[in-house]
Each structure stands twice: as C-alpha cells, then as structure tokens.
C-alpha cells in the first residue's frame, strides 16, 4: 500500500510553532530534528501516512513535544530555538507546499499575542476559570424584549388589534396583482413579433 502525505496545519506565536497533523492514526511516530520534523503513523483506515519537512528556521528538538492524547489528530508543539519575530514561512524553501496550510483556528497576530498568555496548552480550551456560572442569571443581566430583564418587556402593546395589520395587508397584496396585470398588458403591446 502507498504511503500518503497527511494535510498538515500549522500556527506560531513568537516562542513555539503549533503543528496539528490531519491524520487519525495509531501509534505515530515523530522526529525532531534542529531543522526538520519527520511523521509516519498507520491511520485507522488501514492507509500508511509520512511525511519529512526541512524547517524554515531551528527548534530545540529537545524540548519540542508531541500530543497524541487530547485529539483524535496528533498535535507537535515546536519549541524555537530562537524566540521572537514570526517566521511566516514553515518550509526552508518558501515554497507552498499543497500538504501545508495555516491553521486559522489557532493563528495570532505578533501584535495580538499577549504576554501572559497561557502557551503551554496546545489547543486546549480551559473553560475551567468559569466555574459555578449560570447562564440564566447573565442572560438576565443583559437586558432586551420580553423575558430579557431590564427593559421590562413590551408593556402597553395589545396583540389583539394587530387585525387590522393583515387588511392593510390583503388589500396591498390586491393592488400589487392589479398593478403587475397592467405591466404584463403594457409590455405586450410594447413587444415587436
């Protein structure tokens, strides 16, 4: 059987570049190297999936880590051996590679990355800081119509004479077949045979 080269997906921040291998697979096996990262693993699906990719700049392959646990994808956390500006390339040759894509999900702006943000959790979202939070309570806070605390709903407004709305409806809907019967006669006469 071919071995088939896995979609890999890939963001930065000025420390680490995250790599998440589109891959469902048993038993991968990663190498990392100062300047490449190498992947094989058998998928579930029974096909074989490898690939070897020289970096565009080098990792601590030493401290670089892996995490087969928290997905059904395998997950590679690079860790540069240079921490600051982005690289904006992940290849060393530059080139777009159709197996190479930015991963939106996890991408950040050099600007938008935070200095105490928590880099050291791959891709897990720890909704854990919202503990005992009931949604109800918020909802209730926020104000809007009827039910949604703060502007007191729609008081004053009787539903019953909304009758009257669908007339001025049926009598509209009337005159807009009368006036579209009168263009279709106009254009008749207007049309050369």
């Known amino acids: 059987m071919a071995t088939q080269v896995p979609t890999i997906k890939w963001a930065e921040r000025p420390e680490f570049v995250y790599i998440t291998i589109e891959a469902d697979v048993e ?3 990663v190498k990392f190297e100062s300047n490449k990262i190498s992947f ?9 999936y490898a ?4 970096l565009f ?5 030493d401290t670089s880590s892996t995490d087969f646990k928290t997905s059904r994808y395998p997950k590679l956390k690079l860790v540069k051996k240079d921490a600051g500006p982005y690289w904006n390339f992940l290849l060393k040759d530059k080139k777009k590679d159709k197996f190479v894509e930015t991963d939106w ?17 791959f891709g897990n979202f720890d909704m854990g800081g919202m503990g005992g939070m009931n949604m109800e309570q918020m909802m209730q806070g926020m104000g809007g119509m009827g039910g949604m605390g703060g ?3 729609m008081g004053g407004m009787n539903f019953d004479d909304m009758g009257d709305m669908e007339d001025l409806e049926d009598k509209e809907g009337e005159e807009g077949d009368k006036k579209n019967t009168e ?7 207007n049309s050369v045979d």
């Open 27 to 29: 038993s991968p096996v």
């Open 40 to 48: 094989e693993g058998k998928g579930k699906n029974g096909k074989q």
């Open 51 to 54: 690939f070897s990719y020289d």
């Open 57 to 61: 700049k080098e990792i601590d392959a």
């Open 105 to 121: 999900t996890l991408w950040k702006d050099e600007d938008e990355v935070e200095e105490n943000e928590d880099t050291g959790k």
């Open 151 to 153: 502007m007191g709903g």
């Open 183 to 189: 263009e279709t006669e106009e254009t008749k006469l």
